[in-house]
């Protein structure tokens, strides 16, 4: 009999369209002659409300229910989901999808999984402390300061201009999709570039802005035993890789592989690995660096359940090394089955 996968979709994040998205692509990718499916729509709201079941390819205009079409009737208890056996892919970004609560309360209902788990996704999520813990195991990144909402907002001010040279970006800790993000150009664009983080975070770092290409490297694994990509390149004809450009304008472009050097190349391959080993990665994550002209390479972040369509980066990144779509999506659900092994 086939195993059921249930895909978590939508979610309470400012990131839900693009989780909708994503799990439209796994729904429509995953191999039918082995496994069916099972959705849940999570509101903005929070309600778990079950959705479609697929025994089979659906058709291709098949769209995944949102809050336009889902009936409220259809709302369950969240630990209704529960299915003996089954393995469920949160395909959920940010807040309460990647930052480790949603993976600890399907450790509650003793379900598999499908990406991080409760420490390597709330470590990845927030920006600040991975910060601390990839200084830790020497892998470079961009000066910044971090800025906190109850703080004395003139010290942060004055350690931003003492620090950092215009422009900078400042960020929210824990989001993602650029979702809060500014590049700001001086320092009485700064209050208001802080203003625009907090919205989503009380934690905001400002980071040193840098003149670099975007080089992402795809990580997958359980602990110790990883496997990357070689990496692949955002071609930007943006100034800033900001929510529009990724998922309005498709004015993205993605080289696969880069062309940068082969030793640059393994140089990045060896810190995706070594942050990931050390944010205790579980499934998969995009490591995102910054390589200027003089040859220095930055890790700016790490995406513990980064963007997951057919056409996202880090599908590509593993197809190009000849593991297609539907083959990764197996590949992740026998990690989370023996992630599950170990921890029962
Ligand atoms: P993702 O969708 O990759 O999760 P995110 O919201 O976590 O994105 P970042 O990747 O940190 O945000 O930043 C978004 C984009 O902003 C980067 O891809 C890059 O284009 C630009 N950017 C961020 N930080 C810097 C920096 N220090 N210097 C130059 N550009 C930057
Ligand atoms: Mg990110
Ligand atoms: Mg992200
Ligand atoms: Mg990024």
Request: include cysteine.
């Amino acid at each position: 009999s086939k195993e059921t996968l249930i895909l978590l979709y939508g979610g309470r994040s400012a990131e839900r369209e693009v989780s909708v998205l994503s799990a439209e692509s796994v729904m429509r990718a995953v191999n039918y002659d082995k496994f069916k499916v099972k959705t849940y729509f999570i509101s903005q709201a929070g309600d778990f409300i079950k959705t479609q079941e697929f025994t089979e390819t659906p058709a291709e205009n098949e769209k995944l229910m949102t809050n336009e079409t889902v009936k409220t009737e259809q709302k369950v208890a969240p630990s209704d989901i529960y299915e003996k056996d089954a393995v469920v892919f949160p395909v959920l970004h940010g807040p309460m999808g990647e930052d480790g609560s949603i993976q600890g309360f399907l450790e509650i209902l003793r379900l598999a999984y499908v990406g991080p788990n409760i420490l390597s996704a709330s470590a990845t999520m927030d920006k600040l402390l991975a910060k601390h813990v990839f200084s830790a195991v020497d892998i470079p990144q961009v000066p910044y300061v971090a800025a906190y909402a109850d703080e004395n907002q003139a010290k942060i001010h004055a350690e931003v201009q003492e620090k950092l040279t215009f422009p900078v970006f400042v960020k929210p800790a824990n989001m993602g999709s650029s979702v809060g993000i500014s590049k700001v150009s001086s320092l009485e664009e700064l209050e208001a570039g802080l203003a625009e983080a907090y919205k989503y975070d009380n934690r905001v770092v400002v980071e040193q802005g840098v003149v670099a290409r975007e080089i992402e490297c795809a990580v997958l694994g359980n602990g110790g035993e990883v496997r990357s990509t070689l990496p692949g390149e955002v071609v930007k004809d943006v100034d800033f890789y900001d929510y529009r450009s990724k998922y309005i304008d498709n004015k993205i472009e993605m080289a696969i592989p880069a062309d940068i050097p082969n030793e640059i190349a393994e140089k990045i391959r060896d810190y995706a690995e070594k942050a990931y080993q050390a944010m205790n990665g579980a499934g998969l994550s995009r490591c995102d660096f910054f390589y200027d002209e003089k040859g220095n390479i930055y890790l700016n972040e790490v995406n513990a359940i980064p963007g997951f369509t057919q056409w996202s980066m880090y599908p590509l990144l593993w197809e190009n090394m000849g593991l297609s779509y539907s083959e990764l999506i197996e590949e992740l659900v026998s990690l989370a089955q023996e992630a599950f092994k170990n921890r029962e």
